[in-house]
């Protein structure tokens, strides 16, 4: 006799569905940002996007509800460096959604370059500011939402936070990798780890995605070398296209990953292996 009940297993249609889900995406308008926040809306989630930029929040809302009309898109302004800015969201949020929320996203980061040289002690506090403290003051505060429907949170991290960057490749200020970016995502992925111990009480997962090389389509252009260099560093032997993100969030957001916490899954082309 076969011991498997095809009956009691449940559909990957229902398992990946988002349906009646809601989900607050920070940074949710960003390169990667957009990939997670569509990903999201295609499952069928109420999507909240939250980032500094209001105004380029609200442009891509626009367009992401023309792609989705039957889902509920918001654009919301958030700082995640200011306790003031999370508290008039996580006020915001509360009264449109009074039952909580299910899925926090935290994608948000800072985009400036420097090397080792050139950081200073402002550039440093800054990037750890919003890459690393800005993710902890966001899930402190809306802990409680996700508790009331036993939510699940995704960090997004970086290759970078747990292999160093290869030297030879960031020889230019304009590619430059500053060591407070790889030590803010080492951050993110060992404070999800903490979470997913402490947070399990709570029934709320907690899990990170670190993705690899990703490079802006300007940076495609206008360097074809670097791009080059990049693409050689893995298995794949190329960079990542934006959208293929969108597996790995898809599977830590939804019931089709209800055994996972505490994981980061690297999306790298296998750059982490070599």
């Known amino acids: ?3 498997l009940e095809l009956g009691s297993s449940p559909s990957l249609g229902s398992l990946f569905s988002l349906k009646d889900k809601v989900a607050l995406v920070i940074g949710g308008s960003g390169f990667l940002g957009k990939e997670i926040s569509a990903a999201l809306a295609e499952l069928g989630a109420e999507i909240i996007v939250a980032s500094r930029n209001f105004e380029k929040n609200s442009e891509f809302v626009d367009l992401l ?7 509920n898109v918001i ?3 958030v700082d995640i460096t200011a306790d003031n800015s999370i508290e008039k969201l996580l006020k915001e949020i509360t009264l449109r959604f009074p039952t909580g929320i299910d899925i926090l996203v935290n994608c948000g980061w800072s985009g400036k370059k420097n090397n080792f040289t050139s950081i200073t002690l402002e550039d440093w506090s800054q990037d750890l500011e919003v890459c690393l403290t800005g993710v ?4 402190k505060a809306f802990l409680p939402l996700l508790a009331l429907k036993q939510g699940n949170i995704l960090n997004i991290a970086s290759m970078y936070g747990h292999i160093a960057p290869d ?3 960031y020889d230019d200020y304009t590619y430059a990798n500053p060591p407070s970016y790889g030590a803010a995502k080492a951050g993110i992925i060992q404070l999800t780890k903490y979470l997913s111990s402490f947070l399990s009480v709570q029934k709320i997962r907690v899990n990170c995605i670190s993705p690899g090389p990703f490079p802006f389509a300007t940076t495609k252009l206008e360097n074809p070398e670097f791009i080059e260099k990049l693409s050689q560093k893995n298995p794949l032997n190329r960079v990542g296209l934006p959208y293929e993100v969108k597996g790995a969030v898809a599977l830590l957001c939804s019931n089709a990953g209800s055994y996972m916490t505490g994981q980061n899954i690297c999306v790298d082309g296998g750059w982490s292996v070599w």
Request: hydrophobic residues 40%; without cysteine.
């Open 65 to 71: 509800g023309q792609k989705f009309p039957e889902i």
């Open 167 to 169: 030297y030879r490749l």
């Open 136 to 139: 902890f003051r966001t899930i």
């Open 1 to 3: 006799m076969h011991s």
């Open 75 to 77: 654009a919301m302004h």
